[in-house]
């Protein structure tokens, strides 16, 4: 078996976002470092995929312009092609389009009269009854929006999202979105109109000219790509007197432990110690799941799909969301044509994870026709993306699991958990920039005598 005794200061384990953002401030601080990445290609869930002349991500992403000095590294990184987009989002509803986030004054123009007065009712009632501490997601949609508002827009379309009852997730799982329809939004819009609205309805957001996975490309450009190597799965973590000693890559590379910045789901890190984990704690790790996403990719013959950024389905539709790549940026599609990705959420063992091509495409196919969507002669092509680990699944109490398993990994002296399957957690791409700065900031402080030579 070979063996690598490496001064690397640190083994960053993945290449996603989280691996890659390590490594891009570990560069900054002259920190050695080697990312280990299973795939042949680094970006993780955060990819920008090209067919023919059409570019398209791994799923609906945008930069969320958060904290200040993320965005400006972004703007470093990316210069003039980090482009401000203003591109709104609707959710697709009975043959019709809804504003989202809701937005009063469009449901009213959207529903019937006895709808409306009745879900005005609930919301005022809602509002009026205030917010004890919701104990579920169900109960803080209800709470926030009324029951059938609630149950229209938000606990169909979560419950295709995760695979689980709204009553069994946790508040957690709404993040940032049941904003927007509370009194102040309400009376906002009565007294200004729509150009007094919450600035995130009005669908602004930073992108990349030529898709996400570019700000990927250019950190790993950044970091220089003899540190990166792809083809490199992490197979098992070997420890001894509370350290990670050893790592073993594709069952036979041998690596020193130095300092391991761990991306790997939380609990494939916890399956892979070796002596193994105390068989209570993988009892907690085997009830803790991860919803993935298959995506289903069409190229069509006609110039644009709709103006929106993206599209929710909270009804029967196998697919929660459609996402327009040439809505982000035009250099994402030909002038004439365009690239729609539908999102369809699932486990490993469910049918749509394994359907053959042919299938899935005919079940996509015949439910954008139905909807009125697409027709189907513009469909010049289609092929299908598998996204692994693309949510934790945030059920009711998972908080302690989560601070069980990550307590246990955290014990061991020279491992740092970090990104969004790492920390079980519903985090972004600039959650995820900062928490890399910090853990850097952190490592750096406790090694300052190793650094890389100046060039
Ligand atoms: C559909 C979708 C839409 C999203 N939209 C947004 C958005 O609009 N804005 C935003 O900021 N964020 C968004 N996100 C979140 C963002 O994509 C994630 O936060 C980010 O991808 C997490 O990065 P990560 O590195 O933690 O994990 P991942 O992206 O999962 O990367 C983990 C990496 O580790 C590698 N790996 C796994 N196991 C091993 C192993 N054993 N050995 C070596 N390597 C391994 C994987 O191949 C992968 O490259 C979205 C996510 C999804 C799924």
Known sequence: MPVVRSDLVLNILGGGPAGLAAAYYAGKRRLAFRVYEAGEEVGGNCRTLRWGDFLFDTGAHRFHDRDPEVTAEMRLLLGDDLLEVHSPSQIRWNGTFIDFPLSPFDLLRK????????????????????????????????AAYGETLAQTFLLNYSEKLWGEDPSRLSPEVAGKR???????????EALGGKQ??????????????????????????AVGPENIACGSRVTRLVHERGR????????????????????????????????????????????????????????????RLSANASIYFP??????????????????????????????????DDAHWSMGEERLQLELRDSLVREGLVRDEEILGFRSVRVP?????????????ARLVADYLRSFQNLHLLGRS?????????????????????????????????A
């Open 196 to 221: 007094r609205k919450n600035a995130h309805l009005d669908g602004a957001f930073l992108y990349p000219r030529y898709g996400i996975g570019t700000i990927f490309d250019r950190v790993a450009e």
């Open 244 to 303: 990670i000693r050893r790592i073993l890559v594709n069952g036979n590379l041998e690596i020193d432990g130095a300092t391991v910045i761990s991306t790997l789901p939380l609990t494939v890190a916890l399956r892979q110690l070796d002596p193994p984990a105390p068989a209570e704690l993988l009892e907690v790790a085997n009830s803790m799941r991860f919803r993935h996403l298959v995506l289903g990719v069409f190229l069509l013959d006609r110039p």
């Open 389 to 401: 680990f693309a949510y934790p699944v945030l059920e009711v109490g998972f908080e302690e699991k």
């Open 422 to 454: 790492a920390q079980f957690q519903y985090s972004h791409i600039h959650d995820i920039f900062g928490q890399a700065r910090s853990t850097v900031r952190e490592i750096a402080g406790s090694q300052p005598g190793r650094l890389l030579p100046t």
């Open 111 to 142: 529903l019937d009269w006895p709808s409306a007065a009745r879900i005005a009712g609930e919301v005022f009632r809602a509002r009026v009854r205030g917010t004890s501490t919701p104990a579920s997601f169900r109960d803080r949609a209800v």
């Open 315 to 348: 009804g029967e539709q196998p697919y929660t969301r459609i996402y327009e790549s040439k809505n982000r940026s035009a250099q994402m599609a030909p002038a004439r044509q365009t690239a729609v990705v539908l999102e369809i959420p699932c486990y490993a």
């Open 178 to 188: 049941l904003r927007g329809l509370d009194l102040g939004t309400l009376l906002i």
